[in-house]
């Protein structure tokens, strides 16, 4: 076997072996930059009814987030067409394994109150416009529980005049009927607190039913449309919100 023969054998088993480390590193690559994942949306609706509250008319609430490997980070907005209404700006951040969900967010409310100070950098106590909730959830496919809490911020307080820690606990139900997703919805206040409305002891708070309905256009655009009819026992307010989803 003569050189040039020993030349052409062993750059064949170069030439094979960077093929076989350049795939896989590429495998790699792509999969590692698969894990990560982005959302960007808004929805437009009727009125913003959270938590079987009242908080503002026809509102623009838009939505930003990445999420890798379960961790995930979220902001969301909403702003209302009256200038009078209370705007909002939330922060989440959040970690997902399997159906357990714990997570931090961070509120900040423009209220109308003179006492608290607006400015979203402002943060001391009993003049921040922001509120942080600390939550945990579990969800097991036909039912998700989710309990939040408020440790921080401007929350509401009891009747002594102390931080309530002000908490809900959320009950829903997905399921599919007559060719729309449906989910039912019960809110629970499980104490005294003046950060939800009327709330001077344990409440049903929140009562949902709605469907979503996806619609597909011609140009192979979509959208989601949904209807959604609230009552508060509490408050005795009914609400019936109608959302478009981009």
């Known amino acids: 076997m003569n050189m040039k023969t020993n030349f052409s054998r062993t750059s064949l088993i170069v030439s094979m072996l960077m093929t076989m480390f350049g795939s896989a590193y590429a495998e790699e690559t792509e999969a590692s930059a698969a894990k990560w994942t982005g959302t960007v949306g808004a929805d437009l609706v009727s009125h913003y009814v959270w938590r079987g509250q009242d908080m503002?008319?026809?509102s623009l609430q838009p939505t930003l987030g990445v999420e890798w490997n379960g961790l995930s980070l979220s902001a969301w907005g909403s702003y209302s067409f009256d200038k009078d209404d209370t705007k909002e700006f939330d922060l989440t951040l959040s970690y997902t394994v399997g159906g357990l969900t714990?997570?931090?967010t961070d509120y900040w409310f423009s209220y109308s109150d003179p006492a608290i100070k607006n400015r979203y950098f402002q943060y001391q106590a009993h003049e921040t416009a922001h509120v942080w909730e600390g939550n945990v959830g579990y969800d097991f496919g036909c039912l998700a529980l989710n309990w939040y809490?408020?440790?921080g911020g401007?929350?509401?307080v009891n009747e002594d005049g102390d931080r309530a820690f002000s908490s809900y606990f959320n009950v829903t139900c997905p399921f599919e009927w007559v060719g729309l997703n449906w989910e039912?919805?019960?809110g629970i206040?499980?104490?005294e607190t003046s950060f939800y409305a009327e709330t001077d002891k344990a409440n049903v708070s929140n009562v949902g039913i709605g469907a979503v309905k996806t619609i597909n256009c011609s140009n192979g655009f979509s959208f989601g449309l949904s209807s959604k009819a609230i009552w508060n026992p509490t408050t005795n307010?009914?609400?019936f919100v109608l959302g478009v989803s981009l």
Do not use: C, R, S
Request: hydrophobic share 50%.
């Open 154 to 156: 401007a929350d509401g």
């Open 184 to 186: 039912a919805e019960l």
């Open 149 to 151: 809490t408020n440790f």
């Open 189 to 191: 206040v499980p104490w």
């Open 237 to 239: 307010y009914g609400f």
């Open 56 to 58: 503002a008319g026809v």
């Open 102 to 104: 714990v997570g931090v």
